[in-house]
């Protein structure tokens, strides 16, 4: 422990940000520092005030106290130490010339968070209000004010540290489905005053695209989503599978309801099997088939975020089922009763009335060129083109 506090004091006498990140980012569940720390807490302000300059003492005096308490699965009380550690760093921070902690405050920002998720949990076991998360909010805001508004030259300024805390903030916001908070954490990235985004670490820059190309999904903007998770999935390092399951748990559903199908090879290799029916149902226009997949994994997708996703590309089997009908009936005249009735034979159950309404939704959307005649109830498709490639439909939220 000993050594420990004299590296962090050598550290900030030569300004050594990622190596105060690296001490700071110990680990205390770990043997020896963990033997060493339970038994010395009391000492640690003492031994921290004689190697360190204020603030920098209580900083990392309380990262360490933090650290026991964690290790002691005390995670309320390493919640409030962590809360002082930053609290002290925030202070160091707003000096002028301080942009070299950044490396370290990730890591303290880190550690909130991760700490008011495991306070949390400990506190409803208790039966008692868990507000912790609520508590790194407030923390990690005070941090993005900090780097967002430092006015030193782009070069020495505390900007650069920003992506790093919005990525943590992203983190909070989906866990507290309070999504519409993040909108003013991208028009912070988007702002003329952000530094170059290509500059940016590749890791935060992932996932930064991960988190925005979720909320475009949710936001209905397929195209944009498809682009952001894609750039997330392909900077992803190949040996990050976890990392890039996620992606296409995200990822494979949005290209669906843009008509664009993942193969079983790609849903093998990242054990999303259970996208495969649902990719063939949509391809082959089959509904029965959809409708019993998707009703057979509702939960899964409610508990993934995807399901209404997922609902949405019904539009495109309803598409691929009339091509067929089309294809099979072999006019550009199609009586509704007869389609009804082809339906039924499929075993998908729709009267002419519903039938209408979905032809006059997918006409509307550009899927289907043509008009329905209400009163003679039939559907006039175009004679060229009446499906028009899926690529060339532009989606409307």
Request: hydrophobic residues 45%; contains cysteine.
């Amino acid at each position: 422990m000993e050594s420990l506090i004299a590296a962090a004091g050598r550290a900030v006498e030569t300004r050594d940000g990622r190596a105060l990140a690296a001490l700071l980012d110990a680990d205390a569940r770990t043997e020896p520092l963990a033997s060493h720390l339970r038994p010395r807490v009391a000492e640690l302000g003492a031994l921290c005030a004689r190697a360190l300059p204020e603030p920098f003492d209580e900083l990392l005096a309380s990262r360490l106290r933090a650290l026991s308490a964690a290790a002691s699965r005390q995670f309320v009380e390493a919640f409030a130490q962590q809360d002082a550690c930053v609290s002290a760093f925030h202070r160091v921070l707003q000096e002028g010339g301080a942009d070299w902690l950044l490396p370290a405050l990730h890591v303290v920002d880190r550690a909130i968070r991760r700490l008011a998720l495991q306070a949390d949990a400990q506190l409803r076991a208790r039966g008692e209000k868990a507000d912790r998360l609520h508590d790194a909010v407030r923390i990690l805001t005070r941090s993005f004010t900090i780097t967002i508004t430092d006015r030193a030259p782009l070069e020495v300024s505390k900007k650069w540290g920003a992506l790093a805390v919005i990525n943590e903030l992203f983190r909070v916001y989906f866990r507290m489905n309070n999504l519409r908070l993040c909108a003013n954490l991208i028009r912070a990235v988007d702002g003329t005053g952000f530094p170059p985004f290509e500059q940016f670490p590749m890791a935060q820059k992932v996932t930064y695209k991960y988190y925005v190309g979720r909320l475009s999904m949710l936001n209905a903007n397929f195209t944009q989503a498809e682009e952001q998770l894609m750039y997330a999935f392909e900077h992803c390092p190949r040996e990050s599978l976890k990392n890039k399951r996620l992606c296409l748990m995200y990822l494979v559903p949005t290209r669906l309801v843009l008509g664009k199908l993942a193969s079983v090879r790609l849903l093998a290799k990242y054990a999303l099997h259970h996208y495969a029916p649902l990719c063939a149902a949509v391809s082959k226009g089959d509904l029965r088939a959809f409708n019993e997949h998707k009703e057979t994994h509702q939960s899964l997708y409610i508990q993934q975020g995807v399901y209404l996703i997922v609902e949405r590309a019904k539009t495109i089997v309803y598409r691929n089922l009339f091509r067929q009908l089309h294809a099979l009936i072999g006019s550009n005249k199609l009586s509704l009763v007869q389609m009804a009735a082809a339906l039924s034979a499929v075993g998908v159950e729709m009267d002419v009335d519903e039938l209408e309404c979905i032809l006059a939704n997918l006409i509307y959307l550009n899927y289907v060129k043509g008009y329905i005649s209400h009163q003679k109830r039939f559907l006039v498709v175009s004679a060229k083109d009446p499906f028009p490639a899926l690529s060339a439909v532009a989606l409307a939220p």
